[in-house]
């Protein structure tokens, strides 16, 4: 068994790509080695800047032989009158050099079996390699020199060795060699003598290939010089990757500046360090102090320069939204919300003032649901989208929302009002915490679901490459929110009621309703059968929390026999759909009478274990119906009489789940 290396070296990659071309070069090269049949032990993927790196291990020398069976012509045309080969037959046989020895006959067509050998692994590299790397897929890909396949950056450098030896490729323009590059102030002509040797040489070269080990040295490194300081360094995921993948051989700096940005709001300075810095910043007794930490992607011990530059950049910052914080404040926040009459939402959907008048009156409609005290929750949501017009959320739009509950507070609003106007935007992404304070809850429901409905309503509901306004967080956001507070919000009305305030007028509920269904079966699947979650998804919206109380109990639930007898009656009404109400007085044999009592003493307000644990109790009245009664009796009246009491027990199945998706 043998192992293979491709490196292609390139300018400097977006880091946004690099986690996407690790997966897709992972299941291309996977694909390919599936398909043709060569074995593999498993294939590793390496990352960097400046390279893609792929590794497979214990890799076969070659595709394996395999016997194939091949169609000739139709026996008749095969052969001639005399029994002969005719002339079709015998092109058959020497186009696959055959004997006529080799062929058989097999409905009235002629067939042979061939040993197709198999290809060495290098030949199939040299075909496939090129392809599986131009065929990677991300943004803004380019076109350089005169070429016309188009890569993420210009191609510098190939690297393709399998063992020993070279695997001459050529992808777009380069072609390969056993010569890779060090870190940009390292050596650049480095051998690459044998795979297995590839990350320790690079590690010699000063560069770092696994992302993993990269990751893991950044983390510790931040960790190191954050105790030094007796403080704590903090970082969202996020920046952990995009750090990762902008440096090949990270090293920790520690900076400080003026403590007098501090005064400033918190959120302010750290997203100016995170976000537009790439900075992670430093706590201590939980509080943000005057320094930060940067990763170079230096190799050396002078940092003299360095601090100095990041402590430019960052003053004009920092400077900028202090003056920024400054200007803002000279007036309440209230103030701000006439300015968004100036600014659009959404075309045909009004400016943001109007969208803000609609998530006042859809959150009073919550509130007085779920009886609480609308005066709060009516105050942040006049101030929710203020800040939009404010300069500091103009030069940061990250920072929406917190610089309006930071306002909010300066201008001296309800703690509620403060914490609401924050909270109203979350969760920020599928894994971040839900509001906790029901202002911050509602508001953020009615928010979001004018996002969604107005992108419906505008006939842009979202598609595989597309998302506007983000409506599928939005969406996750709205039922996370709702469940995570235990809150009986009907969002089906809530729909119809958005869909409603809104300036254009589209008959689109369904739609908006299906795609919550859709994203509330995917955002549970990790927990839950999918089969489950679909079978009792019959108006899951009218109340969520009652709809996963449903899914857990028959997620427990374990009859075989009442699935069997649910469907069963399900097979039987499927070209019967019955109305008529059931007449006890037709009733012929004696299972009728004890089906229909079994049936009627189900209680609709039973919790659903209780429930189901009553279907399964009458289940042998079921069973016995069937077995002494025929339902498709000859007299008409009694036929359509059975048909309604069988009719009568699905309803009781129906109102927990499908059954005919278990």
């Known amino acids: 068994m043998s192992k293979y290396l491709l490196e292609i070296g390139t300018e400097e990659l977006p880091y946004k790509f690099i986690p996407s071309a690790i997966e897709q070069l992972k299941i291309g090269f996977e694909n390919f080695l599936n398909i043709n049949k060569i074995k593999f032990d498993k294939v590793r993927v390496f990352a960097t800047p400046r390279r893609l790196a792929v ?3 214990e890799i076969s020398a070659k ?25 079709a037959g015998l092109g058959f046989l020497n186009k696959n050099g055959l ?18 050998k198999g290809k060495s692994v290098v030949e199939l590299l040299q075909e496939n390699v090129p392809l599986i790397v131009t065929k990677l897929q991300g943004s803004h890909f380019m076109r350089w020199g005169y070429n016309d396949d188009k890569f993420s950056r210009p191609i510098r450098w190939i690297v393709s060795i399998l063992d020993r030896d070279e695997v001459k490729i050529k992808i777009i323009d380069k072609e390969s060699s056993i010569f890779s590059r060090g870190h940009r102030f390292a050596q650049q002509k480095i051998v690459i003598g044998d795979p297995a040797d590839y990350v320790e040489t690079m590690r010699n070269a000063c560069v770092i290939v696994d992302q993993n080990e990269r990751k893991q040295i950044i983390i510790d490194k931040a960790n190191k010089e954050a105790q030094k300081l007796g403080a704590v360094v903090k970082y969202s995921d996020d920046l952990l990757d995009e750090v990762t993948f902008i440096t090949e051989y990270p090293v920790a700096v520690v900076c400080e500046f003026d403590e007098k940005y501090l005064q400033i709001p ?20 939980n509080k943000l102090i005057n320094k930060f930490i940067t990763m170079t992607n230096y190799i050396g011990d002078e940092f003299d320069n360095i601090k100095a530059g990041n402590v430019r950049v960052i003053k004009a910052r920092l400077d900028d939204a202090v003056f920024f914080f400054n200007e803002d404040t000279k007036k309440p926040l209230c103030d701000y919300v006439e300015d968004l009459k100036g600014m659009t939402f ?23 649901d779920l009886g609480v005290n609308s005066s709060t929750v009516e105050r942040t949501a006049l101030l929710c989208k203020a800040d939009l017009a404010t300069s500091l959320v103009f030069e940061f739009t990250e920072l929406q929302g917190f610089i309006g509950s930071d306002y909010a507070k300066v201008a001296k609003e309800d ?34 679901l004018d996002n969604i409905c107005a992108v419906f309503a505008d006939g842009k509901k979202p598609t595989g490459s597309s998302d506007p306004l983000g409506v599928r967080r939005a969406a996750l956001g709205v039922m996370r929110t709702v469940l995570d507070a235990g809150l009986n919000v009907n969002l089906k009305k809530y729909i119809a009621q958005t869909l409603e305030l809104l300036p254009v007028k589209k008959d689109c509920a369904n739609e908006v309703e299906e795609f919550f269904v859709q994203r509330l079966i995917i955002m549970l699947s990790d927990k839950y059968p999918k089969n489950i979650l679909e079978a009792c998804a019959n108006n899951p919206l009218v109340n969520l929390n009652d709809y996963i109380e449903k899914v857990k109990a028959v997620a ?13 009656v399900i097979r039987i009404l499927k070209d019967y759909p019955s109305v008529c109400p059931v007449n006890p007085t037709l009733f012929k044999e004696h299972a009728e009478n004890v089906l229909f009592e079994a049936v009627n003493s189900i209680n609709m307000n039973f919790k659903y274990n209780a429930y189901l644990e009553a279907l399964e109790a ?8 069937f077995d002494d009664v025929l339902v498709m009796d000859k007299d008409e009246n009694v036929k359509k009489n059975r048909l309604a009491l069988v009719s009568l027990l699905k309803q009781k199945y129906d109102y927990i789940a499908d059954f005919s998706k278990l």
Not at 63 to 87: F, H, N, Q, R, W
Not at 99 to 113: C, Q, S
Not at 423 to 447: C, L, M, R
């Open 55 to 57: 590794i497979v291990d």
């Open 63 to 87: 595709s394996p032989d395999e016997e194939k069976i091949i169609k000739g012509p139709i026996k008749k045309v095969a052969y001639d009158e005399t029994g002969a080969l005719s002339k």
């Open 99 to 116: 004997k006529p020895e080799d062929i058989y006959i097999e409905n009235d067509y002629i067939y042979a079996k061939i040993l197709v």
């Open 266 to 285: 918190e959120e302010v300075t750290v997203t100016v360090m995170a976000v537009h810095q790439r900075y992670f910043a430093l706590y201590k007794d």
């Open 346 to 368: 959404q075309k045909g959907m009004g400016s943001v003032y109007d969208k803000t008048q609609r998530i006042i009156k859809l959150s009073k409609a919550i509130s007085e």
């Open 415 to 448: 703690d509620r009002v403060v914490l609401g106007i924050k909270e109203h935007y979350f969760p920020i992404n599928a894994e971040s915490e839900t509001a906790k304070a029901i202002e911050g809850q509602i508001v953020g429901i009615a928010d979001k």
């Open 556 to 568: 427990a639930f374990n009859c075989p026999q009442l699935l069997e007898s649910a469907n069963r």
């Open 618 to 625: 009458i289940n042998p009245a079921v069973e016995k119906f």
